[in-house]
């Protein structure tokens, strides 16, 4: 769960996909696609395929 549960995670990605869902719902532009947040380049936490990968560096979110 990103910087919350490993010491490699530069971002609270729990927190920050939390608010990208809020975001997205509220402006009813909630993709079909999936996303998911990494705390690092590892991608440790990334068990299925996804449509688009962000991963956290230091202070904001890279596209994979």
Do not use: M, V, W
């Amino acid at each position: 769960i990103g910087s919350q549960g490993c010491e490699f995670g530069n971002a609270d990605t729990l927190r920050d996909a939390t608010k990208l869902i809020e975001t997205l719902r509220a402006t009813g532009t909630a993709p079909s696609t999936r996303i998911h947040l990494s705390g690092c380049g590892k991608q440790c936490a990334s068990r299925e395929e996804n449509d688009i990968h962000l991963i956290a560096t230091e202070g904001r979110y890279e596209l994979a």
